[in-house]
């Protein structure tokens, strides 16, 4: 797949951009992608979550009332489940969520996602660009030069670059990451990718098949 490169302003820069087949080109695995989109977000959890059991309340330990004779059920103890401020029954306990995925599941789910927005045509390729001071309107600007400025954007950067970061950081519809950060669920969760040139062929680098 060949695309055009773009400048910051809009306007072609005169260059093509070839997406490698074997990342952009292939039948999408959608079982791939699920299974790395729930590691993905099963990783985030903190898993800190607690509440009481029976044996961690602290009340009175005095009988509520007589064995027999009162007329209801036997009661031994307010820190029972079916007193209100008493313990829970199998509540939930600090946990860990996550989980491993093999090495090539997860590059089969990242060129599938790839693949799902090369099909879509959401994928814009940009020139390299350099800002000698991060400007939230410099980059506002560019995504209305690109026609972006309604769409939910991922832009992926070959290295870090803290100017064009911190630019980006106070727009909510705009993340902007390094290839090492690059995660299906990102991906997927994009309407559209920019792509600084150059990127292109470190995920064939990465992410292709002999």
Do not use: C
Request: positive net charge.
């Amino acid at each position: 797949m060949e695309l055009s490169v773009y400048k910051i302003d809009g306007q072609e820069s005169g260059k093509k951009a070839i997406l490698d087949d074997t990342v952009f080109g292939i039948q999408p695995n959608d079982h791939a992608i699920y299974l790395d989109v729930k590691q993905y977000l099963a990783n985030q959890r903190q898993g800190t979550h607690k509440t009481k059991e029976r044996w961690e309340v602290r009340y009175s330990t005095k009988k509520q009332g007589r064995q027999k004779g009162g007329g209801g059920a036997r009661h031994g103890s307010i820190k029972a489940p079916i007193f209100v401020g008493g313990g829970r029954i199998f509540g939930p306990l600090p946990r860990d969520y996550s989980f491993k995925l093999n090495k090539k599941l997860k590059q089969l789910a990242r060129r599938s996602a790839l693949s799902y927005k090369a099909k879509d045509s959401a994928i814009t390729m940009l020139e390299p660009f350099v800002w000698e001071a991060p400007k939230t309107a410099s980059f506002t600007s560019m995504l209305k030069n690109l026609k972006l400025e309604s769409k939910k954007v991922l832009m992926v950067l070959p290295d870090i670059n803290h100017n064009i970061y911190l630019s980006s950081r106070n727009l909510q519809r705009v993340k902007v990451i390094t290839l090492n950060e690059l995660n299906t669920y990102d991906i997927l969760n994009a309407n559209t990718l920019i792509l600084v040139d150059g990127v292109q062929e470190l995920l064939q680098q990465q992410l292709g098949r002999a």
